[in-house]
């Protein structure tokens, strides 16, 4: 079954910058959307970023918008989330996601569209 694997969480100071990775296995990588939802204590699970199959549409979170950045590596088979210029507020566990349908032509934000997670990195920004 699909397997997603994640690295790259960790400690950063506020304005600070880091690199969340996902490779995924199990399925055909390049025919399905990738997402980042993150949860924070007490709050419910939030889209972050999407990826559409094809590697060029893309969807932000009007809260990253402009400091964080989705890709893909379809050679690698690895999704990764660029977040720069982090705030106390990004503070939360990142999971990656991968869409259930395959070759969906609207991204989605909505997380039961995502049936495939990863078991979370947290990311922790002090001020």
């Known amino acids: 079954q699909v397997q997603l694997v994640e690295s790259g969480g960790g400690l950063v100071q506020a304005g600070g910058s880091l690199r969340l990775s996902c490779a995924a296995s199990?399925?055909?990588?390049?025919?399905?959307?990738m997402g980042w939802f993150r949860q924070a204590p007490g709050k419910e699970r939030e889209f972050v970023a999407a990826?559409?199959?094809?590697?060029?549409?893309?969807s932000y979170a009007d809260s990253v918008k402009g400091r964080f950045t989705i890709s893909r590596d379809r050679v690698k088979d690895t999704v990764y989330l660029q977040m720069n210029s982090l705030k106390p507020e990004d503070t939360a566990v990142y999971y990656c996601?991968?869409?259930?349908?395959?070759?969906?032509?609207?991204?989605?934000?909505?997380?039961?569209?995502?049936?495939?997670w990863g078991q979370g990195t947290q990311v922790t920004v002090s001020s």
């Open positions: 996601a991968s869409d259930l349908r395959a070759l969906r032509a609207v991204l989605t934000r909505d997380r039961d569209d995502y049936g495939y």
């Open positions: 199990g399925r055909t990588f390049s025919r399905y959307a």
């Open positions: 990826i559409n199959w094809s590697g060029v549409g893309t």
